[in-house]
């Protein structure tokens, strides 16, 4: 017989973040360190240090964003489109400050 081991280190709350996935016991989305893998190239190591994650939560966003990448990869769109609608309304305010 086989048995499942589940890994129950990432969670969906509903009253938390809107119901998206997080590393169980925090906010950190699951998105916020598959994006910063992805587009910053940072390591688990690094995510583990800048998140203030042990490595087994790393990894085991990673994993999840992995097994659902479609779905997350749509919502990380949606959400760059949604900061972007931000800084557009910042900007048209005159509250966007810009460094040259």
């Avoid at 800048?50 to 999840?64: D, E, K, S, T």
Wanted: hydrophobic share 40%; no cysteine; net charge neutral.
């Amino acid at each position: 017989m086989v048995t499942v081991h589940p890994i129950e280190s990432i969670v969906s709350d509903p009253a938390i973040r809107s119901g998206q996935p997080l590393v169980a016991g925090t906010q950190i989305r699951v998105t916020d360190i598959a994006a910063s893998h992805l587009y910053r190239g940072l390591t688990a190591d690094e995510l583990a240090v800048n998140f203030n994650l042990n490595l087994g939560q790393v990894y085991a966003a990673l994993a999840y964003y992995y097994q659902h990448k479609a779905s997350l990869d749509t919502q990380m769109r949606a959400d760059a489109a949604k900061a972007k609608g931000y800084l557009r309304q910042l900007d048209e305010q005159g509250k966007l400050h810009r460094i040259d």
